[in-house]
């Protein structure tokens, strides 16, 4: 069987954990992603991006970019400047990608362009970002809205599953340079039952059977295979406890704008943005008008302290008041800034990260160093968060086992993500070309399929991410 050089698929099981599929392979409840994409290639364990969240984690895939390069701190963010703005314009600046507003992800993402724009050819099958997708790329469009929301609701996401599935066989034959499909039942089942269920393992045997129709398919019409990449955009981790930070803050007489209905908050002191639901960031006076986020010295202290102290909480991080960022817990804090191509990680009080001491290194060597600990890239992924204004004044990133929203989800999200912790950022990373013997990250993948399909990049772009070819052979992101 040949490998064809210039296809290349990419297929996004949503929620996957990497244990999780590694049992089901080992199990050979997998056969296909076996024989077709890890035998020609490898499997591995890779690192998202914070907010380990559906759709922001989707940026790296298809843009190259971590989703603070772009503009897009999470799924839930404040836009500062209209918030001061009449009701309309109130409704607008708490942005939420989880309903109504979910297809302005594409005209917030700063100008960048996608895989999209970079391979005319390409299909993308149930993907919420669509940017650079000529007419027609976009498939199932309508049975995702409608399946998708009676999934959320009624948690029918093998339907959805198998609409993915169908239109991925029926692309099979087309002239694609690049396929994109999404599976968004793994996760979605996640959040109603938990990482394990005999219902999420069913659907990924779902993806697996489809890959398998896809290269019967292929096979039968004569074609050579593609490339394929099988990634997820997250983990998740069982929740016991919904500490609705909102909440908590409306006890303490603090008036929290959040969503769905209080997004009108009257006298509202602070914002509350979820994501995951696993992190959230806040936005303090959000009628203020001011633009400029605030750094530590502007956050009120009192309730900054109240918030890493509470139950949860695995870390905060702020904006430090001369540079880089300052990262909290209720008992230490550390300083974190990036120059010259080193990120330096200096505790003041205590080690909130965990990396034993201060440290100095080059980007690619210290995700290395932190993928030993419970938050793996946990700098690089805090700075590139900070570095849009859109973002918090603060974040918060939960422990194991918490999230920060609580009587709002519904129906109840029993599993979750979005923070920093290992749980949530690591994903499975499986390739039909041989993976790297260091780290990946999901933001190195759009490098490695645009340098396989062998499309043109004009000068002007940059990439967050580094391809394969070049990963084991340097440590610094080359395309800078
Ligand atoms: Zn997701």
């Known amino acids: 069987m040949s490998y064809g050089p210039r296809r290349a698929v990419l297929v996004l099981i949503d929620g996957a954990r990497a244990d999780v599929l590694r049992e089901l392979l080992e199990r050979g409840d997998l056969p296909n992603l076996a024989r077709w994409v890890i035998e020609p290639g490898g499997f591995g364990v890779g ?41 309309l314009e109130q409704w607008h600046a708490a942005r939420s990608y989880c309903g109504v507003q979910g297809g302005w992800i594409n005209r917030d993402i700063l100008p ?19 940017r650079g997708l000529v007419p027609g790329a976009n498939r199932i469009l309508l049975r995702r809205a409608v399946l998708g929301a009676a999934a959320h609701y009624a948690g029918t996401y093998a339907a959805l599953d198998r609409a993915v599935a169908r239109a991925w066989l029926a692309a099979a034959a087309e002239p694609w340079r690049f396929l994109f499909v999404v599976f968004p039942g793994v996760d979605g089942i996640t959040h109603l039952k938990d990482p394990t269920h005999s219902a999420v393992l069913e659907s990924y045997r779902l993806v697996d059977r489809a890959l398998g129709d896809f290269v019967t398919r292929l096979q039968k019409e004569g074609n050579d295979l593609p490339a394929f990449f099988v990634v997820s955009d997250h983990g998740a981790t069982v929740m016991r406890e ?91 804090r550390a300083r974190l800034t990036e120059a010259a191509g080193l990120i330096r990680y200096e505790p003041e009080t205590g080690d909130p990260l965990g990396l034993g001491g201060p ?53 109840e999200h029993r ?61 610094e992101p080359v395309s800078r």
């Open 47 to 87: 690192t998202t991006v914070f907010p380990s969240t559906t759709g922001v984690a989707y940026i790296p895939f298809l843009f190259g970019r971590y989703p603070g390069s772009v503009g897009i701190p999470g799924i839930r963010w404040l836009d500062r400047r209209r918030a001061a703005g009449g009701w």
């Open 359 to 411: 440290v100095e290194m080059a980007d690619r060597e210290l995700l290395s160093r932190t993928r030993e600990t419970d938050v793996p890239d946990a700098p690089r992924q805090l700075l590139q968060l900070f570095q849009t204004s859109r973002a918090g004044d603060v974040v918060l990133a939960a422990e194991p086992g918490t999230d920060f929203r609580g009587p709002w989800e519904i129906p």
């Open 415 to 475: 599993a979750g993500h979005g923070s920093l912790i290992a749980e949530h950022m690591e994903v499975p990373l499986a390739a039909s070309m041989a993976l790297p013997d260091a780290p990946i990250r999901t933001v190195d993948l759009m490098p490695t399929i645009v340098e396989h399909l062998g499309a043109a990049v004009p000068d002007s772009v940059t990439f967050d991410g580094v391809p394969f070819s070049r990963l084991a052979a340097t440590t």
């Open 112 to 130: 960048a362009p996608s895989l999209f724009d970079l391979v005319p050819e390409s299909i993308a099958i149930c993907t919420p970002l669509t």
């Open 242 to 332: 919904h500490r609705d930070v909102a909440v908590l803050l409306e006890q303490d007489d603090v008036p929290t704008l959040r969503h769905p209905v209080h997004v009108w908050r009257r006298g509202a002191r602070v914002a509350t943005m979820v994501s995951g639901n696993a992190s959230v960031q806040l936005y303090f006076e959000p009628r203020s008008g001011r633009a400029r986020p605030r750094s530590e010295a502007e956050i009120p202290g009192a309730l900054l302290e109240r918030l890493v102290a509470f139950p949860g909480v695995r870390l905060a991080a702020c904006r430090a008041d001369t540079e880089g960022l300052i990262v909290r817990t209720k008992s230490s």
